[in-house]
C-alpha cells in the first residue's frame, strides 16, 4: 500500500495510508508523532488527508504551526510537494506519495507562496463569522441540537455507532439568532458510568473555533472535528452511556449548548465473548469498570452439562496493557473436592484484531483443559 504522505522528524516518522486520515503531532509521548522541542505544545497540530487532499492544522499550540514560514490557524491548510512545515522550531520532512503527489500542480521557480486555505473544500467560514454559508454537508444524516435565544448549535454525523480506537469524525454548525461575542467553540467525547465521575469523563476534547469574535443576526458557521476514541472503550450497556457534548462559550450572555447520545463498542472484548461463545459457553455478565481498560465476565456452560463438563462458571478478568490485552481465565468447577484454577495468557492486539474467532477460541478450549487436570 502506497502512504499518500509520510511525515517525519530525525527520529520519528508517520505515514498516512486511505484508511488511516489523521494523525497527531506533539511533545507528547501520547501523539502519533512524538516532537522533542520544547518548543513544541503536548498536542501541537494535525495532519490528515480528506480523499487526495492533503492538509495540516494547528491545535492552538503556544509557539505556532508554519507553513511555508508563516503562521497557521485552526483552519486546515492545503499541503503540496514544495512546501515546508515547521511545528515549533522543528522543521518536519515531508513524502508525498499516492494520488496526493499525481494531482499536485507543476510549480515554476518562483518564490512558495503559503498553501491555500481549505476554506472552500470543508465550509469553514472566514475568522469573524462573516456572512452566510452553506448548510452542513448532506453526508452527516444524525442530527441533534442545542438552542436558546443567542443561537441554535448543531451537531451532525455520518452515524451514530463507533468503536474502540477509531477517529470519530463529525460537524458542527452555529447560526446566530442575536449579536454576540463569541469567545470559543468546543466539542469533547464524553462516557458516563454508574460509577464514575458524575458528569462523566472526558476522553478527547477539541477546541474548534477560538475567539472572540462578533457574531450578527443570521450569521451560520460550519466546523468539522475530529475525536480520538480510546483502544479500551467501555462498550454501551446497562452502566455506560456515551455522547457528544459541544458548547459555544459566549461572553456575557448564556452558553449554547448541544449534546448528541452514540452508540461504542469494543471489538477486542467483542472477540473474546464470541470466543467463548464458539464453545458454547453463555454470556451470564459482562462489565467495564469505570473509563474502561478493565472488564469483569462471567460465562457458563449449558445448564444441562454442567455436570459433565464439571464446571459452574468461566470468570474473564482483562485488562489492556499497552499494546497488549492481558486476559485471565477462572474455572469454578462443580466439585466440591476440585479446587478453582485461574491462568493469564496476553494476546497481543493487533494480532488479536486480525485473528479469527475460532483461533481465539481454541486458544481458550487449551487452556481450560489445562485448568481442568489441575
Avoid at 459482562?286 to 474502561?292: I, K, M, N, Y
Wanted: with cysteine; glycine share 10%.
Amino acid at each position: 500500500m502506497i502512504p499518500l504522505l509520510v511525515v517525519s522528524t530525525t527520529g520519528d516518522t508517520i505515514a498516512l495510508y486511505a484508511p488511516r486520515t489523521r494523525a497527531l503531532i506533539g511533545r507528547s509521548a501520547q501523539c502519533d508523532l512524538e516532537v522533542n522541542d520544547p518548543n513544541a505544545s503536548r498536542r501541537h497540530a494535525e495532519v490528515g488527508c480528506d480523499g487526495d487532499l492533503l492538509w495540516v492544522r494547528d491545535l492552538g499550540s503556544g509557539n505556532g504551526t508554519f507553513v511555508n514560514g508563516q503562521r497557521i490557524g485552526q483552519e486546515p491548510v492545503l499541503l503540496e510537494p514544495g512546501v515546508t512545515l515547521t511545528v515549533g522550531q522543528t522543521p518536519l520532512t515531508l513524502r508525498f506519495g499516492g494520488a496526493s503527489e499525481a494531482r499536485a500542480p507543476q510549480r515554476s521557480a518562483a518564490p512558495q507562496q503559503p498553501a491555500p486555505s481549505m476554506q472552500t473544500l470543508i465550509g469553514a467560514a472566514p475568522a469573524g463569522l462573516g456572512g452566510h454559508t452553506a448548510p452542513v454537508a448532506g453526508d452527516f444524516p444524525f442530527r441533534s441540537q442545542g438552542a436558546n435565544g443567542n443561537g441554535t448549535l448543531l451537531i451532525a454525523l455520518r452515524r451514530d455507532h463507533f468503536t474502540n480506537a477509531e477517529v470519530l469524525d463529525g460537524f458542527l454548525e452555529y447560526t446566530s439568532t442575536d449579536a454576540e461575542t463569541i469567545d470559543h467553540i468546543y466539542v469533547e467525547l464524553v462516557e458516563y458510568h454508574d460509577e464514575g465521575p458524575r458528569k462523566g469523563h472526558v476522553w478527547d476534547r477539541m477546541l474548534v473555533r477560538q475567539g472572540p469574535w462578533n457574531s450578527n443576526p443570521g450569521d451560520r458557521v460550519p466546523m468539522p472535528f475530529s475525536l480520538r476514541i480510546p483502544p479500551g472503550t467501555s462498550p454501551s450497556g446497562r452502566r455506560v452511556h456515551w455522547e457528544l457534548r459541544s458548547t459555544v462559550d459566549i461572553s456575557w450572555g448564556s452558553d449554547v449548548e448541544a449534546k448528541a447520545s452514540i452508540t461504542m463498542r469494543n471489538t477486542d472484548i467483542d472477540r473474546l465473548r464470541d470466543a467463548l461463545g464458539h464453545l458454547d459457553y453463555r454470556l451470564v455478565e459482562l462489565e467495564p469498570d469505570p473509563l474502561g481498560q478493565r472488564f469483569t465476565g462471567r460465562f457458563q456452560p449449558p445448564a444441562h452439562a454442567t455436570g459433565k463438563v464439571g464446571i459452574t462458571d468461566v470468570n474473564l478478568r482483562v485488562q489492556y496493557l499497552g499494546a497488549n490485552l492481558e486476559v485471565e481465565l477462572e474455572v469454578e468447577k462443580s466439585s466440591w473436592f476440585r479446587a478453582d484454577k485461574a491462568a493469564k495468557a496476553v494476546f497481543d492486539l493487533a494480532r488479536l484484531r486480525v485473528s479469527r474467532v475460532e483461533e481465539v477460541a481454541a486458544i481458550f478450549e487449551s487452556t481450560i483443559a489445562q485448568l481442568m487436570q489441575k
